[in-house]
């Protein structure tokens, strides 16, 4: 049959005020030559999904210097009690002198899931000793990360499966979702499942056509760890049409259960796991 479940759950979605979306916008323009189709502010965003029967919608956003993760996270506060089925993973920088009062506020609102750490522009190692109380607070909240740790589309120092590693030495129950499949070190990540049992990906920017960056492993990894990978487009930085990714995932011709789950059944099961005060 292989056809998508009546609602989706896409657990990798982008909201940010808007301003700070247009300079985003901007940056992927002028570092990247990425022209992103769908530039849809936040109520347009959440709106545009809901009426493709996407939802609940899980977003993310991320304070990419100090000082702005505590207004960030008022914004979130304010948006998660505008939408019924919205559900985030909050702003943390760990050079803001109240980095963990502000981590624990935001943390009271019952719909948001954890923190994004985006590596990659926040230009922080996972292993950061200053992340620990972080990691600690959400292990205690039952809460979670979601790690853009990966080496795609572009890297720099502090990400890849080496860094990762060192840092589940330390942690290694952190419940934890991995962006993009792990993009690009795709085995060495997915191999991690095998030990690290709070371990999820999703699949964002990940399966579509004539990409260097697109999932390299036979379809047979993804039948085999159906029960830990999530659907997440990246919506709305998307720089291809946002339907190509769920074709080319029903074009793999996988079984009906993994699509029931990918699509909807783990994210559920995710959700009704760390939403709610604990």
């Not at 990409?211 to 085999?224: K, R, T, V």
């Not at 998307?238 to 259960?257: A, C, Q, V, W």
């Amino acid at each position: 049959m292989n056809r998508l479940p009546e609602k989706i759950i896409d657990f990798h979605v982008h909201l940010f005020p808007d301003k700070l979306l247009d300079a985003i916008w901007n940056a992927f323009s002028t570092r990247y030559k990425w022209d992103v189709l769908y530039k849809l502010y936040y109520r347009d965003c959440v709106n545009f999904l809901n009426e493709r029967n996407v939802t609940p919608v899980v977003y993310s956003n991320y304070a990419h210097k100090k000082g702005i993760a505590e207004g960030l996270n008022q914004w979130n506060m304010k948006i998660l009690d505008e939408f019924p089925n919205l559900y985030c993973f909050a702003a943390f920088h760990p050079d803001d002198d109240n980095g963990m009062e502000i981590a624990e506020n935001i943390l009271s609102h019952p719909k948001v899931l954890g923190f994004k750490l985006q590596l990659l522009v926040q230009n922080f190692y996972p292993y950061d000793e200053r992340l620990f109380p972080l990691y600690d607070l959400v292990m205690e909240k039952n809460k979670r990360i979601l790690f853009h740790a990966g080496t795609g589309p572009i890297g720099n120092q502090y990400v890849g499966i080496k860094n990762f590693k060192k840092m589940l030495k330390k942690y290694p129950d952190i419940p934890a979702n991995i962006a993009h499949m792990g993009a690009l070190e795709y085995k060495e990540f997915m191999d991690l499942l095998n030990n690290h049992e709070n371990l999820y990906f999703d699949t964002a920017f990940t399966f579509f056509k004539n990409a260097d960056m697109g999932f390299n492993l036979d379809s047979s990894y993804l039948e085999l760890n159906k029960d830990r990978i999530l659907y997440g487009s990246d919506f709305p930085n998307l720089i291809f049409p946002r339907e190509e990714e769920i074709n080319t995932l029903l074009e793999m011709g996988l079984s009906d259960e993994f699509y029931q789950k990918i699509f909807f059944d783990n994210g559920m099961k995710l959700i009704d796991k760390h939403s709610g005060s604990r």
